[in-house]
């Protein structure tokens, strides 16, 4: 089955440690996104890649930093940086879309959930 | 910039039903796409429906269809006979064009959450 799989499902970080959230997909999608969802909040964009070796900030990237070495691939560190870590992370992919095109259905992974003790 | 606006934090419908959730956009891009997505109480987003800015008819899939209102800049989805799996946050988010970082980009609002009541 394609699809995208994220992990873990639970993560527990202490203060001043990185963690890494793994993402991967076999979709065959060029494009894939990480966001954060805080409680009854929406999600809001922390980076995004189009292309391997290559991606652009969201709109909260500070704290975090991310790699797309391979097309399958978009593992997100969260670093000592980010001082509120604490939130449920989701991976999402999607095929680039033309730029006559406005749909971009993006798929989402079953998301992370961090907790910094 | 863009932006997507859902007022309701939460709405309550009986089963059976017909359900309106609200959802408001601004944007200065001419072409621009709407989704709404449904994320249960599991986490994941799991995808409704899709608007584009230039269809001239409104958006149905199955139970779900989608009320646009380009002049009004609204885009509210509509639920016909609820049941009771549909209780969930729905959220409406939007594609951007070549004034908004481009279509590859969504923006989400805030979320409405819908309870289905037997």
């Known amino acids: 089955d394609g699809g995208i799989t994220q992990s873990p499902k639970y993560l527990f970080r202490k203060e001043g440690q990185n963690v890494t959230l793994s993402c991967e997909q076999n979709?065959?999608?060029?494009?894939m996104y990480w966001y954060r969802q805080d409680p009854g909040q929406g999600l809001r964009l922390i980076y995004y890649s189009q292309i391997v070796n290559d991606f652009q900030k969201g709109d909260i990237a500070e704290g975090y930093s991310v790699s797309r070495e391979k097309k399958e691939s978009f593992p997100l560190t969260v670093t000592s940086a980010q001082k509120n870590p604490t939130a449920f992370y989701l991976c999402?992919?999607?095929?680039?879309?033309?730029?006559?095109?406005?749909?971009?259905?993006?798929?989402f992974g079953p998301g992370t959930r961090l907790t910094v003790l | 910039a863009q932006k997507i606006t859902q007022t309701q934090p939460g709405m309550f419908v009986q089963e059976k039903e017909a359900v309106t959730l609200d959802c408001t956009y601004d944007t200065s891009d001419p072409s621009y796409g709407l989704f709404w997505y449904k994320q249960p109480s599991s986490g994941e987003m799991i995808f409704l429906i899709y608007q584009g800015s230039y269809d001239q008819q409104n958006a149905t899939e199955g139970r779900y269809s989608l009320n646009f209102q380009k002049a009004r800049k609204s885009a509210n989805l509509v639920i016909s006979a609820s049941q009771l799996g549909d209780s969930a946050m729905y959220f409406c988010a939007m594609s951007g064009g070549m004034f908004s970082g481009g279509y590859n980009k969504l923006i989400f609002g805030a979320g409405t959450r819908l309870a289905v009541h037997p």
């Open positions: 979709l065959n999608h060029d494009a």
């Open positions: 999402a992919s999607s095929s680039l879309t033309t730029q006559t095109s406005s749909y971009n259905e993006q798929f």
